[in-house]
DNA sequence: GCGACAG
DNA sequence: ATCTTGTCGC
């Protein structure tokens, strides 16, 4: 894989293009027994970033293991370049899981991006595996507001109107949600995934794990590797 | 040139 | 994203 920590602007774009072509929005079908969910802490200032995956039974939801991994990055927060900061740490913890998920949920956004290629569709072509993008705001694209009842959704849209996205009130009067196809799943069967992920909370679980186990390793209280839930 | 701008 | 206490509203 080439180094992303050396990459320019232009250069990452260059990427992001190539690999858009490489994206496949279909409707997932297979079943669901595992899902999974990423996400990546760090210390404001800091190059060292921690990134985790969390592996949860379906539909049930139960975490059954934590694959946590720290590393270097120099690759600069960009807004649209997100995926070259977070994920080649994401793909280490990837790796070191004993079993994959049959989908993952991605923070951040799938091809709700300004070039189709946020980091769950960015992740999931180079993982060669079904993501889902779960992001709290809107990175690009426009929608009407969903009425104020949980599961309460409208269309996020590009600049000629097509579809990329779902804005989803996950819960009763709380902030939408953005879920958008990241690789292998589609607006609808993303859609419908998300909102079975959905549990007490505005996040679904499998992100909402993973930022607590990711903050849990940042702060010393969980070791680095995979471990089996309690 | 002026806003918008995932984590 | 992270820092950080109280406070407002359902």
Redesign the pocket.
Known sequence: MTDYNTLTVPEATAIQKTLKDQVIVTPFTGDIKLIGGA??????FSTTVYAGIVLLTFPDLKPVGYSLVRKEVLFP?V?????F??VPALLEAWEQLPVKPDVLVV???GIA?PRK????S?FGVLAQHPTI?S??????GKYEEPGLQQNEHTLLTDKFDQPIGTVLRSK??VKPIFVSPGHLTDIPTSLRILQQSIRNYRLPEPTRLA?NA??SF?KGLINEGYTKAD
């Open positions: 996400d990546i802490s760090f210390n404001k927060y807004p649209g370049f997100l995926a900061r977070e923070d951040g956004h991006h290629m946020g980091i769950a960015h993008g992001a709290k705001k809107k990175l690009y009763k009067n930022h990711v903050n940042r």
